[in-house]
Nanobody
Framework: QVQLVESGGGLVQAGGSLRLSCAASGSIFSINAMGWYRQAPGKQRELVAAITSGGSTNYADSVKGRFTISRDNAKNTVYLQMNSLKPEDTAVYYC???????????WGQGTQVTVSS
């Protein structure tokens, strides 16, 4: 079993920055990949960024060049550094993990990011 807890959300002006953190606990070595999703009101949840156990990363086109996903294995934590934030980035951001133990996909509770115009 894997537990995920996000933190770091908040209110920021357009052009500003935030760093989200996701602390993982439980069966850490069962995790294949971790990522960040976001869901804005009335929209589908979308993948923002992901990082595999091997260190490969991928990003949504809308955040390339602005967001960076990273990990600190010693702290069992992944981060999402968000720079040059836009109002369109406003959403609830969820940490997710792909693991080899049931239920295989795990989700954090979500953290609100609001970018003002």
């Amino acid at each position: 079993q894997v537990q995920l807890v996000e933190s770091g959300g908040g209110l920021v002006q357009a052009g500003g920055s935030l760093r989200l953190s996701c602390a993982a606990s439980g069966s850490i070595f069962s995790i294949n990949a971790m990522g960040w999703y976001r869901q804005a009101p009335g929209k589908q949840r979308e993948l923002v960024a992901a990082i595999t156990s091997g260190g490969s990363t991928n990003y949504a086109d809308s955040v390339k060049g602005r967001f960076t996903i990273s990990r600190d294995n010693a702290k069992n934590t992944v981060y999402l550094q968000m720079n040059s934030l836009k109002p369109e980035d406003t959403a609830v951001y969820y940490c997710a993990a792909d693991a080899v133990v049931p239920p295989y996909d795990y989700w954090g509770q979500g953290t609100q990011v609001t970018v003002s115009s």
